[in-house]
């Protein structure tokens, strides 16, 4: 793990302490990455609902629900044909050093 030092005026260092604390933090370092870590998941929800308003003012899908299954479903059909020709036999690939799902008896 890495590690940063933060030079920082004396009343953010106490309120700091203050916050590591009350909160119920262990260290000053735990509060600091809870504030890290929860700054970027607010960065994740910022950037979720960006891409949402995008996808709305976008426009209307083309194609419908019915055509993006078919073309999911097309997808799917293509990446199976695929798996097929590379286990050359027929059957659908297994990941090397998968187990079997048969059982001995």
Do not use: C, W
């Not at 030092?5 to 302490?17: E, S, T, V, W």
């Not at 960006?50 to 019915?66: C, P, Y």
């Amino acid at each position: 793990m890495g590690s940063l030092n933060i030079n920082m005026p004396d009343d953010l260092r106490a309120y700091i302490d203050h916050r590591t604390r009350e909160g119920g933090f262990g260290t000053p370092t735990e509060y600091v990455r809870h504030l890290i870590r929860r700054d970027r998941d607010e960065e994740a929800q910022r950037r979720l609902e960006r891409l949402l308003l995008e996808g709305l003012q976008s426009g209307t899908a083309r194609g419908g629900v019915k055509g993006l299954f078919k073309r999911l479903h097309k997808r799917v059909d293509e990446l199976a044909a695929e798996r097929k020709g590379r286990a050359g036999n027929g059957k659908t690939a297994r990941p090397k050093g998968a187990r079997s799902r048969r059982t001995r008896a």
